[in-house]
């Protein structure tokens, strides 16, 4: 029964997609979207994927808020190029198949203008490659990894300040800058096995060898880890001046309660990401026990950067007075490079665009971001330090919030 | 050789944490072949309940089990009134595809009520330790560890001495004499589901105490979960202990001497190493299904 009634709407579906074919042909298929602009009032469809559930939703969820922070304050002024934007933004579910997925379709079958990146080396890795098979822009907030940018593409761009190993430059510069009798003798080094967190504590511990301090453990740990009493405790037998770990979040607030039970204070604490996560963070390890520590970050809600202050007023008005984190700054910061380079070329030709990007610096709301020619960064990140409760930017000079800087770090409380 | 002290007693603090935390698996598993994906997320949704409960009535997180245990029972019992007696009859591998979504949607409940962020219970004790000589014992590991083993006994013997208990093992062991003796297979099997949820209720709670949590942490613990069972046979509660223990001393013992990025090859080594030998695992038992099948 059913098969004697199929024929019918399988001929009428066949006549719709020649038709449809046809139809193509004459209008010029396979021309670039460029050459056939739309009318300036059809929305502009920028396609993004991110990790909306699984490992990474946190820092993705906030990636979305700062992208719809981005787009609402765009469209209030006009839209981009006279158009509204419209963003379709898809989860991929932390997953690195589904991320590849995501963007082929979001390219081929949404035929999206313009494309934002994901959140992580991990996802924006094979992500960028599909972008740049496709010849399409790919400016992404949070893929700093060094193996992002030996791939050599021309239309990939990491829209935060250095590279995973740049990251705490800043700190070994301060190091560098206090007199020899004064400096760290000792340090450990554990690290969280992380694409953004292993480099940029490798790349320290050169550094800080290179000033003379002596490196007495190194540690690198898998995601998974939630018990960190023995590596505090192989720490604590050392009797490092300086602890540097590369800590993307449980690991740090794990590592600090396991040196607080073990009875352990370093004269020094770093943490790559993890302090940057405000209350959460402190939250975790106790206001008053994050007295001194430093971190690396991209951005800071008080920095006086063009358009921070209505980014941050836009945030929470759309978010219940919230603040917002800082992959979310991140992620605004994206969209804000984006936007500069469609607004100089003045049309959606996606070559254009990265060439304009390899030559041009960009004002965000972390500060001008200049690239290389294979779209890594050449600016610097801020050194943060934990004081009296809330974060001040004590590094670089010219973006610092405070001259005085916590050292020695007090003990646990 | 007070390293090796240190590392193993910290490795039996949490591994008798991770045995409770198991021991909800492996006991529902045990009774009605269901592999409960779900558990892990059952603990994240403990965990936030008893960071609530902490926050706003400042209830200690391991006493606030006395409440999560009772609500987690209740869920469990018409989780499996409601759902999973739909499927009793089913290969286990559907029970696989229902509990992974019931543990998406206790995920995206969570992250639209408490919202996708990291939460941490932080009672006075959180970051203090015992000492024994040169020996730490930190404080949060060793109450989990002891509200953990009294869960167990508890559970131990509940199953062991009580008229409920035989009837769950003897539905285990074998569902149709069970049944030609009286035992309800509907009934009991609900009865389990609820023991096994309820021991996510102290679980969870120890649980908030011990790591910070955010919605999608359940991943993490359920995979870590079903190597334990595996490891230790699924079904046995008594293979439950000694899989956690081995996890808890394979994670301290690598981490100790400088090699954590070793310690989950070298409890999955163990654990291909114990299915090669005994494909049941340590306690489980093999049936004659599995040999013919």
Same mark, same amino acid.
């Given at each position: ?90 989860? #991929?579910?932390?997953? @690195?198949?589904? +991320?590849?997925? *995501?963007?082929?379709? $979001? /390219?081929?079958?949404? %035929? ?128 490092? #001046?300086?602890?540097? @770990?590369?800590? +993307?979040?449980? *690991?740090?607030?794990? $590592? /600090?309660?396991?040196? %607080? ?143 005085? /800087?916590?050292?020695? %770090?007090?003990?646990?409380? | ?293």
């Amino acid at each position: 029964m059913v098969g004697l009634l199929t024929p019918r709407p399988t001929r009428r579906w066949t006549a719709i997609l020649f038709a449809g074919a046809a139809a193509t042909i004459l209008t010029g298929c396979g021309k670039p979207a460029s050459t056939n602009p739309p009318a300036p009032s059809a929305p502009l469809n920028i396609g993004i994927s991110l990790p909306l559930t699984g490992d990474f939703s946190q820092p993705g969820g906030e990636a979305q808020r700062g992208y719809k922070v981005w787009q609402k304050m765009v469209n209030d002024k006009g839209g981009l190029l006279g158009r509204q934007v419209n963003l379709t933004i898809v989860d #991929d579910a932390s997953n @690195q198949d589904v +991320v590849v997925s *995501d963007y082929t379709r $979001l /390219i081929t079958q949404n %035929k999206v203008d313009l494309l934002l990146g994901t959140f992580s080396s991990l996802l924006n890795f094979p992500a960028s490659q599909v972008a740049e098979r496709n010849k399409m822009l790919y400016v992404e907030p949070a893929g700093g990894a060094p193996k992002m940018f030996s791939q050599n593409f021309h239309y990939l761009f990491f829209a935060q300040q250095a590279t995973a190993p740049h990251q705490a430059d800043g700190l070994v510069s301060w190091i560098a800058s206090l007199p020899p009798d004064q400096r760290p003798k000792t340090a450990a080094y554990p690290t969280q096995d992380d694409p953004f967190a292993s480099p940029v504590i490798e790349s320290m511990q050169k550094g800080l060898e290179g000033l003379g301090v002596q490196t007495v453990y190194t540690t690198v740990y898998p995601p998974e880890t939630t018990n960190f009493q023995p590596i505090a405790s192989a720490i604590a037998a050392k009797q490092p #001046d300086l602890i540097a @770990q590369g800590a +993307v979040f449980e *690991d740090g607030v794990g $590592l /600090i309660r396991s040196l %607080k039970q073990i009875g352990y204070s370093p004269k020094i604490m770093f943490q790559t990401s993890a302090p940057s996560n405000a209350g959460q963070y402190s939250d975790g390890i106790g206001l008053a026990n994050t007295e001194g520590i430093f971190y690396c970050v991209s951005w800071d809600q008080n920095a006086k950067t063009p358009l921070n202050a209505e980014f941050l007023a836009t945030y929470k008005q759309l978010y219940s007075n919230a603040d917002p984190a800082e992959d979310a700054a991140d992620a605004f910061a994206t969209a804000q490079v984006l936007q500069a380079a469609t607004e100089a070329v003045g049309k959606i030709d996606q070559t254009a665009l990265a060439d304009w990007l390899h030559a041009n610096t960009v004002q965000t709301i972390l500060g001008p971001l200049k690239w290389d020619a294979t779209g890594a960064p050449q600016s610097d990140f801020l050194l943060a330090q934990w004081q009296g409760g809330k974060v001040e930017i004590v590094g670089p000079a010219d973006s610092a919030t405070t001259t005085h /800087i916590v050292n020695p %770090k007090p003990g646990w409380h | 050789m007070t390293q090796l002290v240190q590392a193993m007693v910290l490795g039996l603090l949490i591994g008798g944490v991770y045995a409770l935390l198991a021991s909800g698996l492996t006991l529902i598993f045990g009774v009605m072949r269901i592999i409960n994906v779900a558990q892990g997320a059952f603990l994240v949704l403990v965990a936030m309940v008893t960071w609530w409960i902490w926050r706003h009535y400042g209830l200690d997180p391991i006493l606030a089990s006395v409440l999560t245990t009772p609500l987690m029972f209740g869920l469990g019992w018409l989780l499996y009134r409601g759902v999973f007696v739909r499927i009793s009859a089913a290969p286990p591998s559907m029970s696989v595809l229902l509990t992974f979504g019931l543990a998406l949607t206790i995920e995206g409940i969570l992250n639209v009520t408490v919202g996708n962020k990291f939460r941490s219970v932080t009672p006075r004790y959180f970051d203090e330790s015992f000492r024994i000589g040169s020996i730490v014992l930190p404080k949060p590991q060793v109450y989990g560890f002891l509200a953990a083993l009294a869960v167990l006994a508890l559970l131990y013997l509940m199953l062991t001495r009580t008229w409920t208990g035989r009837a769950i093992r003897a539905t285990a062991e074998n569902p149709t004499g069970a049944a030609l003796v009286g035992v309800s297979a509907t009934g009991t099997a609900a009865l389990a589901f609820a023991v096994g949820a309820a021991t996510a209720g102290v679980g969870g709670s120890i649980m908030s105490v011990l790591y910070t949590f955010f919605p999608a942490s359940h991943y993490d613990w359920i995979s870590r979960l079903l190597g334990i069972i595996v490891l230790g046979g699924l079904g046995s509660l008594p293979g439950a202990l000694v899989g956690a223990a081995a996890l808890g001393m394979a994670e301290t013992l690598t981490s100790a001497y400088g090699f954590p990025r070793w310690s989950t090859l070298v409890f999955y080594l163990v654990i291909v190493v114990v299915l090669l030998v005994r494909p049941q695992g340590l306690f489980g038992v093999r049936l004659r299904e599995d040999v013919t099948a």
